[in-house]
Every structure is written in structure tokens, then in C-alpha cells.
């Protein structure tokens, strides 16, 4: 079976043939280009050693049915972790010292196996994906932000005001006041003054006596 190897490290090119040699099916390894890696359309066991994210691009352009795919990622690059789990490689291992276990690995990949994820690595992705998760989340917050003048109207709204007379109270007009409103009601996602008050109390925003 075809093994290839796509690095920029001399030095891994060999780490790799050297574990290849507890996989007795697989060929002398071929060292290539990521580049290179993105136009083959590779067969067999391909080993990527991954330096960046933008690595793993080439990974999932080559990859096909009859490929197995093995990432060495870098232990303490959670982002690659993640994004290459999200490729569903037949291996990933950190380096370096996921390396003492590449030839095993090479073995079950050649076999045709997927290799369980070592635990700190899963950790490392977890970590990864509630950064990202929370990133999103305070995002949307800061999308959905209300401003000042909408807390106001809010409030109002809460306390049984009609538009007119929140318009009285805040010198604005009641137009002003309905497009505030309007505003209020896609941010917290309803369609009433009922809905918009219960949502702002559920959220903190307000207090309902």
C-alpha cells in the first residue's frame, strides 16, 4: 500500500519512515508538497504534518474513499486540533509525543481501522470548541446589544406607558417610539409588549413589580 508523507521537515520525512517499519504493507514513503498533496489525488496512507490551519485544506482536497489520512498536529495548537478533527482523519496525533505511537497507528490506518483520539487531545478540542462557542456567543450579544435609549423605552413599555406617553416623558416623538419598540422586538426575538417585557425580565434587563 502507497504511504506518502507531506512535509516541510526533513527531519519528519524520517520520523515517519522510520515508523512505517511496524507496517510491513506499506510502501517506502513518498515525501511531497502540501501543494502537491492538493493535485494528486492520493491512494494508500497519507501522513500530513500539519505546521498551520491553512495545512488542512490540502488535507481534505486529497482525500477519497480509498485514502487514510493521518494528521500530526501540533500539541498546544487547539485550532488545529479542532479543525482537523472536523476533517474526520483516520488518525490524529499531537507532536511530539504522539509520534512514540505512530507506527502502531500507520499499522491500523494501513489496516483500514480509525484510530481512537487520545483523550488529551479530545480535551484540547473541547477547549478549543468553548472558546469559539463562548467568541459566538458574545458576538450575538454584541449585535443584539440594547442601547440606553432602548433600556428606556423598555422600562417604560414594562410600566404600563402607552407610546404617547413615553414620547411625553422621553421628549420624543411616538414614531420614535414605535421604531425603538420595533428595534426592541427583533433583538429579543417577540412580537408584543407582553412578550418583550416577560423576555427582558427573563434576561435581567428589567425588574416587573
Request: aromatic share 0%; proline share 4%.
Amino acid at each position: 500500500m502507497r504511504l506518502t508523507v507531506c512535509t516541510r521537515d526533513p527531519l519528519m520525512a524520517r520520523v515517519v519512515a522510520v515508523a512505517a517499519d511496524a507496517a510491513p504493507s506499506l510502501e517506502r514513503p513518498r515525501v511531497i508538497s502540501h501543494r502537491e498533496l492538493e493535485a494528486s489525488g492520493i491512494d494508500g496512507v497519507t501522513v500530513v504534518d500539519v505546521d498551520a490551519v491553512a495545512d488542512l485544506e490540502y488535507a481534505a482536497a486529497s482525500r477519497n474513499e480509498r485514502s487514510g489520512i493521518v494528521l500530526l498536529v501540533p500539541c498546544d495548537d487547539a485550532r488545529s486540533v479542532l479543525d482537523g478533527l472536523a476533517r474526520t482523519p483516520a488518525a490524529l496525533i499531537s507532536k511530539p509525543d504522539g509520534l512514540l505511537s505512530l507506527g502502531s497507528v500507520l499499522r491500523d490506518v494501513a489496516r483500514g481501522h480509525q484510530v481512537a483520539i487520545d483523550p488529551s487531545v479530545e480535551r484540547l478540542a473541547l477547549q478549543e470548541l468553548r472558546r469559539r462557542t463562548r467568541a459566538a456567543a458574545l458576538s450575538t450579544k454584541d449585535e443584539n446589544k440594547i442601547s440606553d435609549r432602548e433600556q428606556q423605552v423598555l422600562e417604560l413599555v414594562a410600566s404600563g406607558r402607552s407610546s404617547r406617553q413615553i414620547g411625553r416623558e422621553l421628549h420624543i416623538s411616538p414614531r420614535t417610539v414605535e421604531s425603538h419598540i420595533g428595534r426592541l422586538y427583533r433583538k429579543l426575538a417577540v412580537h408584543s409588549r407582553l412578550q418583550a417585557v416577560g423576555r427582558a425580565a427573563a434576561l435581567g434587563l428589567i425588574e416587573v413589580r
